[in-house]
């Protein structure tokens, strides 16, 4: 791959002026109008509008994504939180029904049919799509749910615990849940479950009303339930909701026992007789936390320097987002909890956005989200801005084999041997117990939307239970029940992106199949890796694991063969 790829240029506008910015709706909608009114004669002119199509419609998407890095960045500023309400109220309605009209346009244009079939399949596919699910009465209430979503972040990031005289953000309070003093760590895991039953009314509140109206969606779509919609919404084309629930008994069945073994192992190296919460991540006395790095800046340098031995070209691209300020990796007080990578589909450079305090959960992140930012890299060569609204399923395996292939790299961080092993061994775990995590939250949600009108009692009771059958029963949570109970409204995607959760068990088994395929043939895997990724969604998601040289299946008897193969990587570093 060459380098100068790593310094993406945004395309020159040919349609809309160089100047032009999203000010109200009443400035961008003679584009939309424009394109509407347009006359399609030949194959030519087919091609120059949806490349004019692509390129505003790159242009509203870096804008919209800018208004929400800005309000994540800072929770506590108005204006930021003002800005993105007003493109959520005021400009992006009334794009939708300019957007299903495009669409119908390019349905219907008889030109269409010259298109490349194998490259614009994937795209053709996802407009049927779209227009087959668009109600106009949608429009108001998923506004109305993008402002609602934000408000989970707006809780959450102010949540902080006081602890030895300093106050922590519960995402730099976890850190302290792996110090070697017992005492310390049961003291701040009491905060921090305190402190998040403080805001659960407020929290269940929200959820409440965010179900209330994705159903409505769902009704005014034409469909009895919110799970069947988002299913079609998301364009879940390559399996089913039965596929879900084998992929959840797959790993209760192969994946659950290990993740047992595991949670044994670290009890024997502890000495407890029994296991408390504030255990799970703990050391032994006189083994000190993990500690790779002190803050935002070093993380970024060790990171850039773990890529570049990689691949340069992966170096090359962190190297670009430093320089023009697009990462943001430190946690502070009043930014939004969690951690994503934005793709910026005109300039092409994406934005990285993490909470890191200096914990080994933090390095396994900046690679996760790396991964994620050189596949933004990698695709934004292609034609259309469509060709790169790549689904979950694959821009996860970008993320997660990532991680598992920067792994060869981590002394950057760790000069110690034994450190290095007990960095490679944690991921491993998480690896594992990510898992039945997984299995947990997409059962949970396959449930909150097809029990309709349920009781904020029968929803206890159905997390309850679902977290139990795929917990190991090693912890003892006594006293602590009512945290379980709602222990769910820690995950962000129940609040913000609905049933986008299975995509990183699917995406998990894959990446693990990419670290096997690394394991035989490190240069054949990172080739067939950058292969899969520059293609974006120019192929059906079963074709794109193909050229990745793994296969999209996440069946009883594959999920067993990976789990084997991390049960005997996990034997070879000791455990």
């Known amino acids: 791959m060459n380098l100068h790829l790593a310094q993406p240029v945004a395309k020159p506008r040919s349609f809309l002026p160089k100047d032009f910015t999203i000010t109200n709706w009443e400035a961008l909608q003679p584009y939309f109008e424009q394109l509407s009114d347009r006359a399609i004669r030949s194959a030519d002119e087919m091609q120059q509008w949806l490349a004019d199509v692509s390129e505003l419609e790159a242009v509203v998407s870096e804008d919209a994504c800018w208004r929400q890095i800005r309000m994540t960045l800072d929770t506590t500023n108005e204006a930021y939180e003002q800005a993105f309400s007003f493109f959520v109220t005021e400009i992006e309605p009334k794009m939708k029904p300019y957007s299903f009209a495009l669409n119908e346009k390019l349905l219907a244009a008889p030109f269409a049919s010259e298109l490349d079939p194998k490259e614009y399949f994937p795209y053709l596919r996802a407009v049927r799509n779209s227009v087959a699910l668009y ?14 979503a934000q408000q989970f972040g707006v809780i959450s990031s102010k949540m902080t615990i006081e602890h030895d005289g300093k106050e922590y953000t519960l995402q730099q309070a976890a850190r302290l849940l792996q110090e070697p003093d017992r005492s310390v760590r049961e003291a701040v895991f ?12 407020a929290l269940n509140d929200l959820f409440g009303k ?35 629930f084998r992929f959840h008994d797959a ?13 044994r192992y670290r009890q024997q190296r502890l000495g407890y007789d ?3 919460p504030w255990d799970t991540d703990a050391e032994p006395l006189g083994t000190q936390p993990l500690r790779p790095f002190n803050d935002g800046e070093e993380l970024s340098a060790k990171a850039k320097e773990v890529f570049t031995k990689l691949n340069p070209f992966f170096g090359a691209c962190l190297n670009t987002m430093q320089s023009m300020k697009r990462l943001d990796l430190d946690s502070r007080k009043g930014k939004a909890p969690g951690g994503y990578n934005c793709p910026l589909a005109e300039t092409g450079v994406p934005f990285i956005f993490m909470n890191a305090a200096g914990s080994m959960n933090d390095v396994i992140t900046m690679m996760h989200e790396g991964g994620h930012a050189i596949h933004s890299f990698l695709s934004h060569p292609l ?5 790169k609204e790549y689904p979950m399923e ?19 961080f760790f000069s110690d041997d034994k450190e290095l092993q007990r960095a490679k061994i944690e991921e491993l775990e998480r690896v594992i117990s990510v898992l039945p995590w997984i299995a947990t939250i997409d059962k949970f949600q396959h449930w909150l939307y097809t029990h309709v009108g349920h009781t904020l009692a029968e929803r206890e009771e159905a997390w309850t239970n679902i977290l139990k059958e795929f917990s190991t029963g090693l912890v003892d949570y006594t006293g602590f029940e009512e945290y379980r109970r709602n222990f769910w409204q820690k995950q962000l995607h129940l609040f913000e992106v609905p049933f986008y959760y299975i995509e990183y068990g699917i995406a998990q088994l894959g990446a693990i199949a990419m670290w096997r395929q690394y394991q035989g043939d490190k240069q054949a895997a990172l080739s067939n890796y950058q292969a899969a990724l520059a293609l974006g969604y120019t192929r059906p998601l079963n074709e794109l694991y193909q050229v990745a040289g793994i ?9 067993a063969e990976l789990g084997a193969f991390v049960k005997r990587a996990l034997g070879e570093l000791g455990v």
């Open 135 to 148: 109600r106009e009465a949608n429009i108001p209430i998923q506004s109305e749910l993008s402002l609602l």
């Open 190 to 201: 009491r905060k921090i479950a305190s402190r998040r039953l403080e805001d659960k009314d």
């Open 210 to 244: 965010l179900l209330e109206r994705r159903q409505q969606i769902a009704v005014n779509a034409g469909f009895e339930n919110y799970r069947d919609y988002k299913f079609k919404e998301l364009g879940r084309f390559d399996y089913t909701v039965e596929d879900c």
């Open 251 to 263: 790993v209760r069945e192969h994946i659950l026992p290990l993740h047992q073994a595991l949670v």
């Open 274 to 276: 029994v296991l408390k």
């Open 383 to 387: 034609a259309l801005s469509a060709f």
């Open 394 to 412: 694959i821009a996860e395996l970008a993320s997660m084999s990532m991680e598992l292939f920067s792994m060869e790299h981590w002394d950057v």
């Open 551 to 559: 296969r999209f299946d996440f069946s009883p008897a594959y999920v």
